[in-house]
Each structure stands twice: as structure tokens, then as C-alpha cells.
């Protein structure tokens, strides 16, 4: 039993770690409990071993008083051996306080007999078994003084050697001790109503024997916890760095994207400020590559972009930088060249490796445009843009060649500015549409919702590109009128449908940047539902993650808001931005959609890959939100996304972007009363 008590007491210590929290000190207290009353124990037990020709009996009022010396003591001793200070001092003080104890909670425990006449004691003996235990108990000390150290070896052997000194120094004060005690020929118990020696210590020992059990279980189980939770400690940081680089990287190819690229020109600019060196930035297109994706299919078209990729990267020195930042478009920074002749040689080597490139049967090529700092600019996104006019104009010119920007090239602005006055007069007028891109129940693929999309039908042009349009209404100022536009259809289209006795679901609204910081964004919102007569639940929000993690302070207010107002928010293309999984403690969302760039390869991925995806809902799941998966397009995508338990999809597979009548269709009627 002194062995057992002493093991448990210095397991559950060994707990503790630093002591910077009340854990440790609960830890304490419960080995404290354990070394106490197995000392106190094995006494009383031992007692069981002792005869006399009368019967023994135990005053409870002393017994009692032996147990909180006991405990005080190990309390004491446990204390000094775990504290951080001189190594002496501590085991010496801790070896002092265990036998001080352990000698006192004895003779308390033989002063509960009340033996009349009174016991005597042999000083030479009682000196000797004090010696011994002080030394066992400095050992014992002295061997589990480093047990609470995370790193430290041996530490079983430790805790055992320990237990058995200890186990030793208790054993020792009680039969030296018991050596030492002299009873005059007819001593008897005084106290008529004192406890039966076998009861009491029957019901001591086994009482004692379940508290130590259930203390040295609960001490494993608590180890075994927290191993388990260090595993999943690091499963989740191998998740969250895996976000990081997919925040920074194309899912694809693996090449930086627009952001890595952005953030490497900005350095480079600020060398060139320092050092007066220029570099090239270089856009390139693929030409036709829309026409063989679609005629060879999307794998085949991700088969070639990452050779492409791969092409791009070996032809370019260690120095430079190629980014892939479009569905077949990729920036390339040339770090050491700042001259058109050189900036030239490199662009027409790109060319000549993209070119090389056969698929059965098909030939690829490609237009580059490129542009020099500081002469065509001194700006991450001049340079670019500059580029990029370069890259259209070399396709004008006939594909498959190189441009160098020139101040002409700036027929694309001419064209944005007059789209500007077409833009302004659609939006105040009804040349802008809503598409709904429904969303679904997994399991059930019931419709839950829809994503509203907004499309601009030109009357010459056909149907202009959002992403034409919403970049010319961000330029031109026009992109605040332009969401209230939205706001305003999506408004009129739920009352319609609600008119005609339709069960509507939550369609929601994406949001920029400009409209996170307009003071008058709540007026708008609230505007709509009075005008519509709606429930705040009918219309939801979507801000993308990279814009709620950049606009923090905005974005936290903005959702505050909403939240106030009764309407949810949903985080878009999870995975893209620069957060960890931190963020989603801090803003007051209720949805997470997860970027298709996540889904897109499902469930092929590789595992520690498909592993992000499982840990982002099961994350999810823990802080209470709904996850929503982009861009399913294959029933192996839904049915991976079912067994790791995604509540909502949205994509191709089971429905395109559809006009409001067409999406009216997929709702059933709203039930009465």
C-alpha cells in the first residue's frame, strides 16, 4: 500500500508542468491526497500485524488528526520537490518535511490506542528509524525531483525507485518504530468505545486501495488525453500551414498566385528605389487554351497547365519569379533584367518552351506581353496592367508572338471608360440581371439557398464578363450604386416569389470592400426589407475571406451588425485568403464556403491534402457553423463530401446559375398556417 500511494502521489505531480495555472495546483492537492492517505493507510493496516493479549481500539478524533498530518506533510514535501530553486536545498527540505510527517502521523496514529497505562518508547530505536527514513525519503525525493520535467528520461524508472525508497521510509518509522514501543504487563485499552483494530483497519486499507486506483487511473487517462490532444494540436497547425501555402500558391500548378507575385514586386520595387536597378514583368495567355480545354476536357487542360507551368519554371533563371494568376494566364517577374533587348529574349524563350509542347495532335502557343520598371511604371499593378495590355495587343497582332507596352496600347481604356456610361446607365436603368446559383442540402439535395449572381445582358456586346464590369464599377466609384442595384433585384425577386406562395429560402449577397466601409450600409439593407416587407432571414451575405481578414475591423463591425439585424453571413472562398484557422473565432459568422480550388480535385487529392478539407468542416462543425462546398462538379466530389460530412453544395453537378423564373421552379409551395 506505501508503495502504491507513493507511486500514484508522484504520477499525478508529475502532471503538474509549470505552475501557471490552477491545474497544477489541482494536481498537487490530489498527490498530496494520495501520499497522505496511503501513509496514514498503511499504519493503520499494519497494525493488523501487531498483537497484544487485549484488545486494541483507536480514538476517531485522533485518527483524524493523524490523516491531516499526513496530508499536510506529503502536501509540504511534494511543494518543495517540484518547485524550481537550488537542488540541495529543495530535496534536503522535501526529505525533512516526508519524515516529519511520516514519524508524526505514526506516533499521533499510536497515540489514538489510549492504552492505560501509557506506552513507552525506546529513544535509541525512535533516533534510528527517524535517521532511515530521512534518508530513504531525501532518495526518494531526490529521484522524482525531475519527473515533471516534459523531456526528461527514465522517468517511470524514477517514479518507481521513488515509490520504493518512500515505500521504505514509511515502512521503517512504523516497525522500528513499533520495535521501539515498550507496553507494561496488563495494559488495556482505556476508551470503552474506541474502533476494533481489524475494522478499522479493514475498512482503511480497502477504502484507501480504491482511492489510489481510481487517483493513479484518472492520472493515466489525463496523460492519455493529453497525448491525444498534442496529436491533434498538430494535425491542425500541418492543416493551417497548409492553408497558409494554399493562400499564397495556385492549388493547381503549385506556382505563387496574384498575391505572392504582388508582394514580390513590391520588394523588388522598393530594391529598385535603393539600388536604381530595374527589372521585367511579363504577362503571358495561352492562346486557344479555352477551345482545348473543352474539346480534350478539364483533366487534360490541368495536364497541360501544370506542364506548362513546369516548362515556364525551367526556363527562367533562379532569380525570377512565375505566377500563375488565371485560369490560363501566368506573371512573370524578371528580377535581373532591365532592358527591352534582354526582357525580349526571355519572353521569346517562353514562348519557344510553351510551343514545344504537343497533346494529341495539338500544338500550344501563346502571346506575352511585358513591361520594364521604372519606365512603364513603378507600381506592383501598373506593371501588370501594362503587361497585360502588351499580352492583348500581341493577340490582336495574331497570337503567338511578344508585345512590349507602349503608351498606345491604351485602346482597352478608352474601351473601359466608355463601358463606364453604358455601366452607369444600366445600373440606374434595367439593364442589369440576377442569376441565382442554387445551393443544396448534401444528403437530402434539397435546394437551401441560392448565391446571387449578377449579369450585364449588353444590348451589342452580349453578355459582359462580371469580372469585366465589376473591376471597371471598383475603378470608376460605381461599385456601391452598383451592389444596391443588386440588393434592390434580389429585394423584388423574394417578393414575388413569396406572393405567389412560394416556401423561399435565404438568397445570399456578396459584398466588396468599398461596401464594408460605407457608414450607410446598414440604411441600405433595412431600406430593402421595408420596401420588400421581408424577413431579415429571407437575404444573407457572403464576404470573402481574404477581404473579411484584410478589412478585420470592418468586416467584425459589418457582421455585428448584421447579426444584430437577424442576418447571417457566410465566409466565401475559405482557403484563399491569409488567415488562419484563428479568424474564425474572431468574426461573428455563421457559414463558412469552402474555394472550389479545395473541391475541384476531390477525392483524388493527395491525403494530406483531402485531410485540409475534413479538417475545415470537422473545425467547423466544433464552432458551430454550416460549411458549404464551391464548384461541385462530379458526383466522386459529392459523395466524398457526404461521407466527411459538408452540410451544403453548390456547383454544375446539380445546378447551373439559373434566372429567377427558372430558379422559382426548384421552390415548392409555402405551407399554410
Given at each position: 500500500m506505501a508503495t502504491l500511494a507513493s507511486y500514484t502521489a508522484f504520477d499525478v505531480v508529475s502532471r503538474m508542468g509549470a505552475r501557471r495555472s490552477w491545474r497544477a495546483y489541482g494536481w498537487l492537492l490530489a498527490g498530496s491526497l494520495a501520499l497522505g492517505t496511503g501513509v496514514w493507510a498503511s499504519h493503520f493496516v499494519a497494525m493488523i500485524a501487531f498483537e497484544l493479549p487485549v484488545d486494541l481500539g483507536y480514538d476517531l478524533a485522533t485518527i483524524v488528526s493523524a490523516w491531516v498530518i499526513a496530508v499536510l506533510a506529503s502536501a509540504i514535501a511534494l511543494n518543495a520537490s517540484t518547485r524550481v530553486g537550488h537542488p540541495l536545498r529543495r530535496v534536503l527540505a522535501g526529505g525533512a518535511t516526508l519524515t516529519l510527517g511520516i514519524t508524526s502521523m505514526h506516533y499521533a496514529g499510536m497515540h489514538a490506542m489510549h492504552v492505560e497505562p501509557g506506552i513507552e518508547y525506546d529513544s535509541v530505536l525512535i533516533i534510528a528509524s527517524v535517521a532511515v527514513s530521512f534518508v530513504a525519503s531525501v532518495i526518494a525525493v531526490y529521484s522524482v525531483s525531475f519527473v515533471r520535467e516534459p523531456r526528461v528520461r527514465g522517468g517511470f524508472a524514477r517514479k518507481i525507485v521513488a515509490s520504493l525508497m518512500l515505500a521504505l521510509s514509511i515502512s521503517t518509522v512504523h516497525y522500528v518504530g513499533m520495535a521501539?514501543?515498550?507496553?507494561?504487563?496488563?495494559?488495556?485499552?482505556?476508551?470503552?468505545?474506541?474502533?476494533?483494530?481489524?475494522?478499522?483497519?479493514?475498512?482503511?486499507?480497502a477504502s484507501t486501495l480504491v482511492f489510489l486506483g481510481i487517483a493513479l487511473v484518472v492520472s493515466i487517462q489525463d496523460r492519455r488525453v493529453e497525448s491525444e490532444t498534442a496529436k491533434l494540436v498538430a494535425s491542425l497547425s500541418q492543416a493551417n500551414a497548409e492553408l497558409l501555402h494554399r493562400s499564397r500558391h495556385d492549388p493547381l500548378t503549385g506556382l505563387p498566385?496574384?498575391?505572392?507575385?504582388?508582394?514580390?514586386?513590391?520588394?523588388?520595387?522598393?530594391?529598385?528605389?535603393?539600388?536604381?536597378?530595374?527589372?521585367?514583368?511579363?504577362?503571358?495567355?495561352?492562346?486557344?487554351?479555352?477551345?482545348?480545354?473543352?474539346?480534350?476536357?478539364?483533366?487534360?487542360?490541368?495536364?497541360?497547365?501544370?506542364?506548362?507551368?513546369?516548362?515556364?519554371?525551367?526556363?527562367l533563371g533562379e532569380q525570377d519569379m512565375v505566377a500563375r494568376i488565371g485560369g490560363d494566364e501566368f506573371v512573370v517577374l524578371m528580377d535581373a533584367v532591365d532592358d527591352s533587348q534582354t526582357a525580349r529574349s526571355v519572353c521569346e524563350r517562353i514562348l519557344s518552351a510553351i510551343a514545344a509542347v504537343e497533346y494529341q495532335g495539338i500544338e500550344l502557343a501563346a502571346s506575352v506581353g511585358y513591361a520594364l520598371c521604372p519606365n512603364d511604371g513603378a507600381d506592383a499593378e501598373i506593371l501588370i496592367a501594362a503587361a497585360d495590355m502588351a499580352m492583348y495587343r500581341a493577340k490582336l497582332a495574331g497570337k503567338n508572338r511578344v508585345e512590349r507596352y507602349r503608351e498606345d496600347m491604351g485602346a482597352r481604356m478608352s474601351d473601359d471608360f466608355a463601358l463606364q456610361g453604358e455601366l452607369r446607365e444600366a445600373i440606374r436603368g434595367d439593364g442589369l440581371a440576377v442569376y441565382f446559383q442554387p445551393?443544396?442540402?448534401?444528403?437530402?439535395?434539397?435546394?437551401?439557398?441560392?448565391?446571387?449572381?449578377?449579369?450585364?445582358?449588353?444590348?451589342?456586346?452580349?453578355?459582359?464578363?462580371?469580372?469585366?464590369?465589376?473591376?471597371?464599377?471598383?475603378?470608376?466609384?460605381?461599385?456601391?450604386?452598383?451592389?444596391?442595384?443588386?440588393?434592390?433585384?434580389?429585394?423584388?425577386?423574394?417578393?414575388?416569389?413569396?406572393?405567389?406562395?412560394?416556401?423561399?429560402?435565404?438568397?445570399?449577397?456578396?459584398?466588396?470592400?468599398v461596401r464594408l466601409r460605407d457608414e450607410a450600409l446598414?440604411?441600405?439593407?433595412?431600406?430593402?426589407?421595408?420596401?420588400?416587407?421581408?424577413?431579415?432571414?429571407?437575404?444573407?451575405?457572403?464576404?470573402t475571406e481574404s477581404l473579411a481578414v484584410r478589412e478585420i475591423v470592418q468586416a467584425r463591425s459589418a457582421m455585428g451588425m448584421f447579426k444584430h439585424m437577424g442576418i447571417e453571413v457566410a465566409l466565401d472562398d475559405f482557403g484563399t485568403g491569409y488567415s488562419s484557422l484563428f479568424y474564425l473565432k474572431q468574426l461573428p459568422i455563421q457559414q463558412i464556403k469552402i474555394d472550389r480550388g479545395f473541391i475541384a480535385d476531390l477525392p483524388?487529392?493527395?491525403?494530406?491534402?483531402?485531410?485540409?478539407?475534413?479538417?475545415?468542416?470537422?473545425?467547423?462543425?466544433?464552432?458551430?457553423?454550416?460549411?458549404?462546398a464551391e464548384g461541385v462538379e462530379t458526383e466522386s466530389q459529392l459523395c466524398y463530401l457526404q461521407r466527411v460530412g459538408c452540410d451544403e453544395v453548390q456547383g454544375f453537378l446539380l445546378s447551373r446559375p439559373l434566372p429567377a423564373s427558372a430558379f422559382g421552379q426548384l421552390m415548392t409551395p409555402a405551407r399554410v398556417g
Open positions: 521501539a514501543a515498550r507496553f507494561v504487563q496488563g495494559s488495556a485499552v482505556a476508551n470503552a468505545a474506541a474502533l476494533d483494530s481489524m475494522l478499522l483497519a479493514t475498512l482503511v486499507g498566385n496574384r498575391s505572392s507575385v504582388n508582394e514580390r514586386i513590391d520588394k523588388r520595387l522598393e530594391s529598385w528605389k535603393t539600388q536604381g536597378t530595374g527589372f521585367a514583368v511579363a504577362y503571358v495567355d495561352i492562346d486557344g487554351f479555352k477551345a482545348i480545354n473543352d474539346h480534350l476536357g478539364h483533366r487534360a487542360g490541368d495536364a497541360l497547365l501544370n506542364r506548362i507551368a513546369q516548362l515556364l519554371t525551367e526556363a445551393r443544396f442540402d448534401t444528403r437530402e439535395r434539397t435546394l437551401m439557398g441560392a448565391e446571387a449572381l449578377v449579369r450585364w445582358p449588353h444590348a451589342v456586346r452580349g453578355f459582359i464578363s462580371p469580372e469585366r464590369f465589376i473591376g471597371i464599377a471598383e475603378r470608376c466609384g460605381l461599385i456601391t450604386e452598383l451592389e444596391v442595384r443588386v440588393l434592390d433585384l434580389v429585394g423584388g425577386h423574394i417578393r414575388g416569389w413569396l406572393d405567389a406562395g412560394l416556401s423561399v429560402p435565404p438568397i445570399s449577397v456578396n459584398l466588396s470592400a446598414s440604411d441600405h439593407v433595412q431600406a430593402c426589407l421595408d420596401k420588400y416587407e421581408l424577413d431579415p432571414a429571407c437575404i444573407s451575405f457572403e464576404i483524388s487529392l493527395r491525403e494530406s491534402r483531402a485531410e485540409v478539407v475534413d479538417w475545415i468542416i470537422r473545425l467547423s462543425h466544433e464552432l458551430g457553423l454550416r460549411v458549404v
